[in-house]
């Protein structure tokens, strides 16, 4: 299994560009998530979902959208780049609550919006 | 009330030294509290958690100290190695509450093991 994988790893964008952070799971996990990781900050949950076609906000989703269409995949969105959307992003999965909850990350993307 | 405070931000250990980590957190909801740790370039993965009905876990060198009174918990690494030198974030959850099994994080601590 690969467990989550992301693309790309890194990428640079124009201020008010727009682009799509890809995120695939073999693990038939029913819950995904977004965070987004600053120096200092930690991880601040932007969306997650609890199955296809299900998505829910978390702390800080302004500026991005998701959505989930099939059990593997969970694209965030960033519509009109912005300064303050240069982060590591990491995309996880679970099975889901209680017992299960333990998270798996992927290996992150980093933005850099200039 | 959803935030988990975590210090320090950075700690530098001798090889063979005892890492500690704290976490403070306020909602009394939490009922999952992990430890996640993050070697540069790589997402963070689960090392060791804890239910708050339990004052210590220990797994190998690394335990997990709750202290539920205070609302705060620990991480403690003994015999530091080189090879520990990561980040450690800890997290809250309320994972049977139907939260869609969201992690609240710390800040993280960058952990440095010198030879």
């Known amino acids: 299994n690969a467990g989550v994988t992301q693309t790309p790893k890194f990428r640079i964008l124009k201020i008010g560009q727009s682009m799509t952070l890809q995120c695939t799971q073999d693990m038939n996990h029913n819950y995904m998530y977004w965070y987004r990781q600053d120096p200092g900050m930690g991880l601040k949950l932007i969306y997650y979902?609890?199955?296809?076609?299900?998505?829910d906000k978390g702390e800080v989703p302004n500026g991005y959208n998701v959505s989930r269409s099939t059990t593997e995949d969970f694209p965030l969105r960033l519509e009109l780049a912005a300064p303050s959307q240069t982060s590591v992003y990491f995309c996880?999965?679970?099975?889901?609550?209680?017992?299960?909850?333990?998270?798996?990350f992927g290996p992150g993307t980093r933005l850099t919006v200039l | 009330q959803q935030q988990v405070k975590q210090s320090p931000q950075s700690l530098i250990v001798q090889k063979g030294g005892i890492s500690i980590i704290n976490c403070a957190y306020e909602?009394?909801?939490?009922?999952?509290f992990p430890w996640y740790q993050q070697f540069p370039g790589k997402g963070p993965a689960l090392l060791i958690a804890i239910r708050p009905d339990v004052s210590e876990k220990k797994e190998g060198r690394f335990t997990i100290s709750f202290n539920k009174s205070a609302k705060q918990f620990s991480l403690h690494i003994m015999d530091s190695q080189p090879g520990d030198s990561a980040t450690y974030f800890c997290a809250a959850s309320m994972r049977w509450r139907n939260q869609g099994g969201k992690l609240i994080f710390g800040q993280g601590t960058e952990l440095s093991v010198k030879p």
């Open positions: 996880a999965s679970s099975r889901g609550q209680g017992v299960f909850n333990e998270q798996f």
């Open positions: 979902s609890v199955g296809a076609g299900i998505t």
């Open positions: 909602n009394t909801a939490f009922d999952y």
